[in-house]
């Protein structure tokens, strides 16, 4: 009879350690074999009750730092890697983000897997981990997205992949102390794996070496009266003109979201399409030293910053290390940036290539004053709608939804910066701040003003559909 209670004993602390408490108070007697068949009963019962996730530590429990550090290091990168234009950059963001969310879903209590939910991606698609064993969530969203870096960044310099592997390196150590090396093994691998799926995932849109085809040679832009032609002072061909065919994760996200026809190409200068030339070409010749602050503090340009998504995901960064948030709520914010912002460009390029139309620069050398030059220099796309405000209106309601629409914060994004005056700038809301982000492309000469309100609508929209036609919840 003592040999059943201790096999009984072993059984029990085997599948649920708490059900020892039970017997604690009957090994020190004789046990009748029908209450021990009844402990076992029990036993069985509270294991299969258990959550699909385990029962050991949450996602909700880990500190948001990994994530943080790792989309640091992301942006730096995007801003020295070559061909990472702003929709590239925005794409690598986005699965980045989605595969970091993947990795920790069934570590975060009560979370929704993204399969079956965003275009391409299944509901099977997404390994799940194994059942009543431990995973340090913070190991697995480490090696998860130090592999998805690698993967989406692949022309990176010998030097920032070596980053990779020295940020990805030192977080494993310093997250790994006191853990058993089963464990380790368990949460590395499984992240791989997961990098590995979403990576894969990430191909099916056709545009895994967009950064090799900014400028594809098979483009003709299409000529006409008001269309748009090449732009001083480099007058390069037309970047991704392709990219508003890209997949969108929600498919609304590019069927709803365009806005309404531009106002009509006129040369009269009593026409409304004069006069928004007109308020382009004052606003640049009468620019104010705060105006040209802030059109160079959201100019975000390729090779000098992680472009302008890169903002957004800056901002996110800044929140969250604020909040001093957990990483579960850290994954589900970057997966919703991302994907609202790499949703914003493929929106906004199916729009700036159905209308091609002319830029402000264009505009008024030929119709106004032969001898202007914007403050910026205009990038190489059609004008409408802008880029930036359609970006930032996107990343304002996802921010706005998870955080509040009166929540007060200071963007230090460029606060490091000698060749600009990055010095940090106050919001009471990341709606002011998207505000200013659109207006200051007025300021930099690169965008009349219907491009800019237009946008912001366009990218409310964007992020109205990611917040409200996801659930990250079950």
Not at 312 to 341: C, D, F
Request: overall charge negative; hydrophobic content about 40%.
């Amino acid at each position: 009879m003592v040999g059943i209670s201790r096999r009984l004993h072993f059984f029990l602390s085997t599948f649920h350690k708490p059900i020892i408490h039970l017997l604690k108070p009957f090994c020190m007697q004789k046990l009748s074999l029908k209450l021990m068949f009844i402990l076992l009963f029990i036993a069985l019962v509270m294991n299969s009750c258990r959550k699909d996730d385990t029962d050991f530590t949450d996602a909700q429990e880990y500190s948001s730092e990994v994530a943080n550090k790792w989309f640091d290091l992301t942006r730096k990168i995007t801003k020295e890697t070559p061909g990472f234009s702003p929709p590239v950059s925005a794409r690598a963001y986005a699965y980045t983000a989605i595969a970091l969310y993947e990795a920790i879903e069934n570590g975060a209590a009560g979370n929704r897997s993204l399969g079956g939910q965003i275009n391409g991606l299944s509901a099977s698609a997404v390994t799940k981990p194994l059942l009543s064993v431990e995973y340090r969530w913070d190991l697995v969203a480490n090696s998860c997205t130090a592999d998805m870096v690698r993967k989406l960044y692949a022309p990176a310099t010998a030097a920032n992949k070596a980053s990779i592997d020295s940020l990805e390196l030192a977080l494993e150590q310093a997250l790994s102390v006191g853990i058993d090396v089963e464990v380790i093994d368990r949460s590395v691998n499984y992240g791989k794996l997961i990098a590995s799926e979403i990576y894969n995932y990430s191909v099916t849109d056709g545009q895994d070496k967009g950064y090799q085809s900014n400028f594809p040679t098979s483009y003709t832009p299409p000529s006409g009266t008001g269309l748009w032609i090449p732009t001083p002072p480099a007058y390069q061909a037309a970047l991704q003109p392709y990219w508003g065919n890209v997949r969108p994760f929600i498919s609304a996200n590019v069927t709803t979201t365009q806005p309404q026809d531009p106002i009509a190409f006129s040369e009269d200068p009593t026409s409304a399409f004069y006069a928004q030339a007109l308020e382009v070409y004052e606003t640049v010749e009468g620019l104010t030293p705060e105006q040209e602050v802030i059109a160079n503090f959201w100019s975000d340009d390729p090779g000098k910053t992680g472009t302008p998504p890169g903002h957004s995901i800056a901002i996110a960064t800044q929140v969250l290390r604020a909040q001093n948030a957990n990483l579960a709520l850290a994954a589900e914010i970057y997966a919703k940036i991302g994907m609202a912002v790499h949703d914003a460009f493929v929106s906004c390029w199916r729009c700036k290539y159905h209308y091609n139309l002319m830029r402000p620069v264009t505009y008024i050398q030929s119709y106004i004053d032969p001898a202007f030059t914007s403050l910026l220099t205009t990038p190489p796309f059609p004008e409408y709608t802008s880029g930036h405000s359609v970006q930032s209106g996107a990343s304002a309601v996802v921010l706005s939804e998870m955080f509040g629409y009166n929540y007060a914060f200071t963007d230090s994004t460029h606060a490091a910066r000698t060749d600009i005056d990055g010095t940090p700038r106050h919001f009471n809301s990341f709606f002011e701040a998207a505000d200013e982000a659109a207006v200051s492309r007025l300021y930099g000469g690169i965008h009349y003003r219907q491009a800019i309100d237009e946008g912001i609508l366009q990218g409310r929209k964007i992020g109205e559909n990611i917040t409200q036609m996801l659930s990250f919840k079950q």
